[in-house]
């Protein structure tokens, strides 16, 4: 580590076994520092080996008897910290991901990125695997997962925090935190991207898969952590508020401009979807002719005694881009 190692001075008495002993000291200084008897110090590289030469003097009843020897010491610089904290990113397919460790601690750093508790090497999509940042390219929904680093030096090993990536072709927004417009009740929790609580303590979750894509629209709508109520999919030409939302019954409407219903459906296990089969496609059904961003979410009925005298909640908001 960074510090001073205090030399004795010529003369000094030592007591063999008698536990005397050097010590790292001097956290405060910018870099490991070796000082001698005279005070006076060296800056020192990490990580450097330096030889120690001690000696010691015993009195006895027959006289004095000196010895000395030597020892080779190595200074090792700072043990490794990640600072990047966790993260979870939402990005469409094709585009690109990239986590950063942002590690600091003694030379050298080496570095491993995993997915899922594997490690990963570059090749195909990857580069970076052993750096720093970790790049993910031309992404596909095979690439969802949770990604850590683990940083080594001599001095020892730390691993970073889990980063989740969600390949999704709709981005959640407009969650029920309040970090953005306050909930009328109880909000939920920052990162779980969901709609105001419900009366049955969570809020409404909206995702979506498949293609967003003009030419073969396989997109789904998918809603879960609602009540067994009906439930309607809808679609906005724009954000409400900016994508902050608005107060709207016992959560926050997210989806706004032009509305277009897609379907109401009934939900089961407190799940429904949205296109069901034999249903219209999202694009027909919400009459995008031509690429750019639409906003979906889902009102859902809740009528236990909970928040509002209102009987209906709602789910976050995903914002989904349509290519040709």
């Known amino acids: 580590g960074v510090g001073v190692f205090p030399i004795a001075q010529t003369g000094q008495q030592v007591r063999p076994g008698g536990g005397d002993h050097f010590t790292l000291t001097g956290a405060s200084l910018s870099g490991p520092q070796f000082q001698n008897g ?174 967003a894509s003009l030419a073969g629209d396989t997109l789904n709508l998918t809603g879960t952590q609602m009540p067994n109520s009906s439930a309607l999919y809808f679609q906005g030409g724009a954000p409400s508020a900016s994508g902050a939302g608005v107060q709207f019954g016992d959560g926050l409407r997210c989806a706004g401009g032009t509305v277009l219903r897609l379907g109401v459906r009934q939900n089961s296990g407190g799940a429904s979807a949205y296109p069901d089969i034999g249903d219209t496609p999202v694009s027909v059904r919400g009459q995008v002719s031509a690429p750019g961003t639409r906003y979906y979410q889902t009102w859902y009925r809740n009528a236990a005694s909970f928040c509002t005298s209102s009987t209906f909640n709602l789910t976050n908001g995903v914002a989904v881009t349509w290519i040709p």
């Open 38 to 211: 005279t005070g006076s110090s060296t800056a020192l590289a990490v990580p450097a080996e330096i030889q120690i030469n001690v000696g010691f003097t015993q009195i006895g009843p027959r006289g004095a008897y000196s010895a000395s020897w030597s020892e080779m010491l190595t200074l090792y610089g700072a043990c490794p910290v990640v600072m990047s904290p966790a993260t979870t990113q939402w990005v469409p397919p094709a585009q690109t991901a990239v986590f950063t460790a942002g590690a600091t601690g003694g030379a050298p750093l080496s570095y491993r990125w995993s997915k899922n508790g594997v490690d990963v090497f570059d090749g195909g999509n990857l580069s970076g695997t052993d750096t720093d940042t970790l790049t993910i390219t031309s992404l596909a929904t095979s690439d969802s997962g949770t990604y850590l680093v683990r940083v080594m030096n001599p001095c020892g090993l730390v691993n970073g925090p889990a980063n989740v990536l969600e390949v999704t072709p709709g981005i959640p927004f407009c969650a029920g935190d309040n970090a953005g417009q306050h909930c009328s009740c109880t909000p939920s929790s920052v990162g779980d991207a969901v709609g105001c609580l419900n009366s049955l303590g969570v809020g409404g979750k909206l995702r979506a898969s498949g293609d």
